[in-house]
């Protein structure tokens, strides 16, 4: 049989499976069925609820301002899918191409996609964890919980973590009028992922929305009352304070643990796979059946040396599984390569951040416009003599500018002059990230792997 | 690198009903000197690039001397720019400071709560059409009705009109690059003079309101305190300058040269007749096909800049063909065909950037109404001439008149 006629075929009455329902998993489906796959598409996900958009839980959620159950995501075509959901896949047998679920059924597959994405890590000492009033955020569930227990007017909240969720969280509650106090291990907020310098922006804008910003100290323990309520929280610095709504706020763990024992490239940094969407399997080698996207997955970017990428960033779950879903119908030579350029975004005390780039690989950081005093700026960020990253507080109209130096790997220091440009900005500082192997609320971008080469490279994306 | 008399022939009157085959020949080097000096920058992407370039400035204080004086564009020395020829963060302040009675996110409301009384206007205005079997449609409909709204909102009586419609006229005109020095210095000298009498009207304005506040702009500008502080009073008074000719000189094109596009495409026309939900999608086209503003002139260089293999030196003077490049045919599919419902329409109607149409919101609301009202109320409307007689100016380009034969007015 000729490979092209096991395509046509597969793409008639083929069956293909996706392992996580939301964001990556849904845009994927919509676009297989808009890349004209008509076979079977079963949807696995382990939350009860359809397909939802998890950046308003942070925000307007938990402020009241939108009901967690009106987050559903938009559907951009209909993917006649059967749907399994609030059943988890607990395990792949890749010889069989099967999945495991948790209600004991199995489903075959021609072709799988994950997009398990990740789950918030949750405090590390058990018992404190299961203190009434300590929660996470990552889900619906978790949101509308959270948002219950500011509604019903905590004394404090304490939360712990200053990256972006904690740090959204936080402002939330400022909005809402409630005391915070945010803990964080790292020097400033945001500094896993935007670094020191930026990081002292973001602490100023909590303390002058009056947060109690305590950098540079570690919880130590949590202590309920003895109807197991959470009631204070001990730092590392000998002080301690008393809150009744304590928010783990420590970034996210990779949900691949079900993929234990399958043979696949998969560990606590995600799943590797090619710049195809394609797993690796444990011996290194691509499979051909198994492709990943959005936050679960780690694929190497030419811009960025090579490196093996996590990006847990919403538009790259969109095109990411965008790209995995025309490559799993597609031939080998139609194939296409995911290489979006890292971009997110975040809103947190009236400021809206934006970001280009992999701005932890920078070593330098150059004010280029605005000033970091009036809490209004871009920044660029220099690795090895280039731009490798921008980063803006409210002025994200200038990022297209900044994307298309990083993608000419445009020299850092930039040579030239802007508008807006301040005494600050005319010489490059160090950018102050932490040492990434110190625990702290983790970045958005994971940088791992081998980076095989540092030569100058264009990047030249085809536009529209 | 070629040496084009391209401008020249673009602003030539004679040229005036359809620059677009100039701006194809344009295209074919995306960005080129003109002989009279500023570089023309004519492809979609270019121009989209350079629009988010902060290499680029709006502020002529920064263009060389020679520059200026071959542009006529020489800083007024009696009254400083308004935001459009400013730079950040004067520019971003000023900006700040005018949107915060106007839109979001401290007024998201106000343009669309202004759609009953914009609906009042508009048949108010069709109203006066009955018992007529020839209209002009800009003096009878397209200019008076964005006036009557921007002097609504701004706060402006409109029985002064007569005032300033000729201060506005002669303002924008002077965005025009003119042949001879001599009728440049006219020109120059025209637009200070007009600048002046308008300030002196707006100062006197402002001051009235300070004493007795009313719900509009000009009391909010004047009265009210933000987090950025407050406009000084030459800075109220270059403001309001900015948004009434801006009111005024660009709307009126949008609604005329959408009902003479429509005319020209009767398909179109009777579309819009039974489906008014297509009246958004139309006027994006509109805002595409045939944009109010035809170029941006007003930008330099802070640096020396590779465009496409060309290298525009620091303090050049730089022309955004945004008309140009809104027909791209590497952008655009079909860019010469009116599609009402195009797709992916993301035009350079409104420019882009940090200096994208502060009254954008408005004007898309205002000509949707104004067409959807026109096209159901209006019975057998027909060209008389086409095309119809234009006015002189080629960077807000539009028809002076536009004759139409009717055959009645529906309630």
């Known amino acids: ?464 | 690198m070629t040496s084009v008399a391209l401008l020249h022939r673009i602003t030539d009157y004679a040229n005036r009903p359809d620059p677009y085959p100039l701006y194809a020949e344009l295209r074919r080097t995306p960005v080129v000197r003109d002989e009279s000096g500023p570089y023309l920058v004519s492809t979609y992407w270019e121009i989209k690039g350079l629009l988010h370039d902060p290499r680029i400035s709006s502020d002529l204080r920064n263009l060389t001397p020679e520059a200026a004086k071959a542009g006529g564009q020489e800083h007024d020395p009696n009254l400083p720019p308004a935001f459009i020829r400013l730079d950040p963060p004067e520019h971003d302040r000023l900006r700040r400071l005018s949107m915060r009675p106007f839109g979001p996110p401290h007024t998201p409301r106000r343009v669309f709560d202004m759609h009953g009384e914009l609906e009042e206007i508009v048949s108010g205005l069709v109203d006066g059409l009955r018992g007529r079997d020839t209209i002009d449609l800009v003096d009878d409909f397209s200019y008076p009705f964005p006036v009557t709204v921007i002097c609504r909102i701004l706060g402006v009586p409109r029985e002064d009109e007569s005032h300033f419609h000729e201060w506005a006229d002669t303002i924008a005109a002077g965005l025009d690059p003119v042949g001879t020095a001599e009728e440049r210095e006219a020109q120059v000298q025209g637009v200070r003079r007009a600048r002046g009498e308008l300030a002196a009207y707006l100062a006197g304005l402002i001051e009235e309101r300070r004493r007795s506040p009313r719900d509009d702009m000009l009391t909010a500008m004047a009265t009210e305190h933000g987090p950025d502080g407050q406009m000084s009073p030459v800075e109220i008074i270059t403001t309001a300058a900015l948004l009434l000719i801006a009111g005024h000189e660009t709307t009126v094109n949008l609604i005329t040269n959408g009902m003479l596009t429509l005319l020209r495409n009767p398909d179109v026309l009777q579309r819009l007749r039974t489906e008014p939900g297509l009246a958004v999608p139309l006027v994006e086209e509109l805002l595409r096909f045939e944009p109010p503003v035809q170029m941006l002139p007003q930008r330099t260089t802070l640096a020396d800049i590779d465009i496409d293999g060309t290298i525009i030196p620091k303090g050049a003077s730089l022309y955004l063909m945004v008309a140009s490049g809104s027909r791209d045919p590497q952008r655009f599919t079909d860019p010469d065909r009116f599609i009402p419902d195009r797709p992916d329409n993301q035009h350079l109607g409104f420019g882009h950037g940090l200096h994208n149409c502060f009254g954008a919101p408005l004007a898309r609301l205002e000509a949707q109404l104004a067409l959807t009202a026109l096209v159901r109320r209006l019975n057998g409307p027909s060209l008389v001439e086409d095309p119809p007689p234009y006015r002189q100016n080629a960077v807000l380009r539009g028809p002076r008149h536009l004759p139409i034969a009717i055959s009645g007015v529906t309630d």
């Open chain 1, 1 to 464: 049989m000729s490979v092209d006629g096991y395509l046509e075929t597969f793409r008639r009455e083929g069956r293909i499976v996706v392992v996580g329902a939301s964001l990556a998993g849904l845009r994927a489906a919509e676009a297989l069925r808009a890349e004209g796959f008509q076979g079977t598409l079963t949807m696995v996900g382990d939350e009860p609820h359809d397909p939802y958009d998890r950046p308003p839980l942070s925000k307007q959620v938990l402020l009241g301002k939108v009901p967690a159950d009106h987050t559903l995501l938009a559907r951009r075509r209909p993917i006649d899918a059967q749907w399994r959901l609030g059943a988890a896949a607990t395990g792949l047998d890749l010889a069989a191409r099967r999945v495991q679920l948790a209600d004991g059924d199995a489903i075959d597959y021609d072709r799988l996609l994950i997009t398990t994405g990740v789950r918030a890590r949750p405090w590390p000492h058990e018992l404190e964890a299961d203190l009434d009033g300590v929660c996470v955020l990552r889900t619906r569930d978790d949101a509308v919980r959270l948002h219950h227990r500011l509604t019903a007017g905590p004394r404090r909240v304490l939360v712990i973590g200053a990256g972006f969720t904690g740090s959204e969280i936080a402002s939330a509650c400022r909005e809402r009028g409630l005391p915070v106090t945010v803990a964080e291990r790292g020097p400033a907020p945001l500094v896993g992922a935007l670094g020191g310098v930026v990081g002292e922006v973001a602490a100023e804008l909590q303390r002058a929305h009056g947060v109690d910003l305590r950098c540079g100290v570690q919880v130590t323990g949590l202590e309920g009352d003895s109807a197991g309520r959470v009631r204070k929280a001990h730092f590392s610095d000998g002080t301690a304070v008393e809150a009744d709504v304590v928010v783990i706020a420590l970034g996210a763990t990779r949900n691949t643990e079900w993929l234990a024992d399958s043979g696949l490239g998969a560990g606590p940094r995600g799943i590797a796979c090619d710049a195809g969407c394609r797993a690796f399997d444990v011996r290194g080698i691509v499979t051909d059946d198994v492709f990943v996207a959005g936050d679960v997955a780690r694929s190497p970017h030419p811009l960025f040396g090579y490196q093996f990428l996590s990006l847990e960033h919403w538009g790259n779950a969109v095109a990411q599984a965008e790209t995995a879903a025309h490559n799993m119908v597609s031939g080998s030579a139609d194939r296409r390569p995911h290489l979006w350029m890292p971009s997110f975004w975040s809103a947190q005390f009236g400021v809206n951040i934006k970001s280009v780039g992999v701005p932890p690989m920078g070593e330098q950081i150059m004010v280029t416009q605005g000033s970091l005093a009036e809490q209004r700026f871009t920044a660029a960020y220099g690795y090895q003599g280039r731009v490798i990253a921008a980063v803006t507080f409210d002025q994200a109209k200038w990022l297209d500018f900044y994307e298309r130096q990083i993608e000419q790997a445009a020299p850092f220091p930039p040579e030239f002059t802007t508008v807006d440009r301040r005494t600050e900005g005319l010489q490059p500082v160090p950018a102050g990230f932490p040492d990434p192997s110190l625990p702290s609320h983790g970045p958005t971008i994971t940088l791992s792997g081998h980076s095989p080469t540092d030569r100058r490279i264009s990047f030249t994306p085809r536009r529209a």
